[in-house]
């Protein structure tokens, strides 16, 4: 877990849902595809897992949010779809707080599951690929923030 950050359990209204579904999703995809090519740059995701990746596609769904990221893994690069792949070979759904709590290491994606607050479908073993390559990122240490300084 992040030191200092915790994310409360939280879903959406609605209206973000309803709303997030009518905007270009493309954007997400990029944003995704972009940090995830950064963080391979970066040397957080292991190459040789990243291989293994190569010529799938996922789809990250924020479901309190309306909104979808869809990409594939080519050329040792994440590439952004501009339209969702009708069987991606991995999808994961979630809300936003699920999300931010795995991002921030608060929970890990196996509690999430069996608490039915992530879902996973699609082509399991590539799903432990993608779990063990997530849990195995070491995050660079940050230092403490304050947001209010006296």
Known sequence: MIQGITIPDFKLPGVFATIGAHLPQWP???ALATALNAAAKIGLL???SLERLAGRSFVV??????GVASFACRDGFFRPL???PQAPD????ANLSAFLQLLTRQEDPDTLFFKRELSITG???LGLLVK?????IEWP???QLSLFRR
């Open 28 to 30: 997400h995809s990029l």
């Open 90 to 93: 991995l999808c994961f759904q």
């Open 123 to 125: 082509d399991t073993e």
């Open 46 to 48: 292991p190459a040789d």
């Open 82 to 84: 501009l339209t969702v």
């Open 141 to 143: 240490q940050l230092p």
């Open 61 to 66: 769904e924020v479901l309190d949010a309306g």
């Open 132 to 136: 063990n390559m997530l849990d195995a």
